[in-house]
């Protein structure tokens, strides 16, 4: 997708009180806002980037099958993302998949 980094702005928390709050709840805290600063999403054109992959069943797949099938899949999406991010408005933006 394109756009949807704009949606929302992260909070950085420089002195840590966020992170000693998730470390006491146990849990994960992040701070966002959008429009009005609020958690509503602010409006910005979203785009979407499809790479379609034909892939053949097998009931056994090795691990070479599966890392050749996940990286036709993943450098196809990277590549139809660079071609296609001029288009959408972001040609400085990079593709980062984790």
Not at 68 to 82: D, E, F, P, S
Request: charged share 20%; hydrophobic share 35%.
């Amino acid at each position: 997708f394109f756009g949807t980094t704009d949606m929302l702005t992260v909070v950085q928390d420089p002195f840590g009180i966020m992170e000693w709050a998730s470390r006491k709840m146990q849990a994960g805290m992040m701070g966002f806002y959008g429009r009005w600063g609020m958690p509503v999403p602010r409006r910005i054109p979203v785009s979407l980037c499809v790479a379609p992959y034909k892939c053949q069943k097998m009931d056994n797949p090795t691990k070479e099958d599966v890392e050749m099938v996940h990286n036709a899949v993943y450098g196809g999406l990277n590549k139809i993302y660079n071609e296609q991010k001029i288009y959408a408005g972001y040609p400085d933006r990079t593709l980062h998949i984790s």
